[in-house]
């Protein structure tokens, strides 16, 4: 189920204002609707990176993108796996193979500002994130382009 939502400018915006807006301030049949300034959503599984050797999954990952020729930006609401309930937002920008961005803070890590590098073809995704704080991690999926 689509847990994220029009926001103008989601890359400007902190993780504390775009969780009340996601979760307190959107029905649930806008939360259905992809923001206007979205090319394509995701989804995936997102978890701890060992090494670039071992991944524990430790939940799915569903947000919206608006990316051209390699440039742009996103903005995600991760989960643990067996919670209800949102754990935590992700946004950045993405550069090619390069992304930088914020991750809000959850069981595994204080909120902190990211790098990460990855790799993608039509339709998968795979991406190692490192914080100034916490663990690397990972996040690997699916991705649509809208029509």
Request: proline share 5%; hydrophobic share 40%; with cysteine.
């Amino acid at each position: 189920m689509p847990i994220i939502t029009a926001i103008s400018q989601p890359v400007n915006q902190h993780l504390e204002s775009m969780e009340y807006i996601l979760i307190n301030k959107i029905s649930p049949v806008i939360k259905d609707t992809p923001p206007n300034w979205a090319n394509g959503n995701f989804t995936g599984v997102w978890g701890l990176d060992i090494w670039g050797q071992h991944k524990i999954p430790l939940g799915w990952m569903f947000g919206y993108y608006k990316l051209s020729i390699d440039i742009g930006y996103f903005a995600a609401g991760l989960n643990i796996f067996g919670e209800p309930d949102i754990s935590c937002f992700i946004q950045g920008y993405i550069f090619g193979i390069f992304m930088f961005g914020y991750m809000g803070k959850n069981d595994y890590t204080n909120e902190t500002y990211f790098v990460g590098i990855g790799k993608c073809n039509k339709t998968n995704y795979h991406w190692r994130i490192i914080g100034e704080e916490g663990p690397v991690f990972y996040m690997e999926g699916k991705y649509t382009v809208f029509d």
